[in-house]
């Protein structure tokens, strides 16, 4: 089983930086790819970024492309992603995910080794 932990969300306001951490616990021998999916009030969970398991392949949507950039530390059992230039259309709740398939990552669709984290909320007020 692995279990993911966010950490860094907050109340900015718009044009404000965050920094969003994920750290993964439990069967972290595994090679997982990790990503963020948000969930705005009253809308669906949508994929906003992901990260394969050397690093060395991302992914973003394209509402983050150049402003959200998102990374591994050296030990590999946790993700950042910078976040700047926030918008107010940025608040949502970030959930991190896992999977050994950077595909289901990116998709949300996981196997039986992937798994969800329980969310961490950013605001960004106007």
């Known amino acids: 089983q692995v279990q993911l932990v966010e950490s860094g969300g907050g109340l900015v306001q718009a044009g404000a930086s965050l920094t969003l951490s994920c750290a993964v616990s439990?069967?972290?021998?595994?090679?997982?790819?990790l990503g963020w999916f948000r969930q705005a009030p009253g809308k669906e969970r949508e994929f906003v970024a992901a990260i394969n398991w050397t690093g060395g392949t991302t992914n973003y949507a394209d509402a983050v492309k150049g402003r959200f950039t998102i990374s591994r530390g050296s030990a590999r059992n946790t993700m950042y992603t910078q976040m700047n230039n926030l918008k107010v259309e940025d608040t949502a709740t970030y959930y991190c995910v896992a999977d050994m398939a950077l595909k289901n990552v990116v998709e949300g669709t996981l196997s039986s080794f992937g798994a969800w984290g329980q969310g961490t909320e950013v605001i960004v007020s106007s």
């Open positions: 439990g069967r972290t021998i595994d090679p997982l790819a």
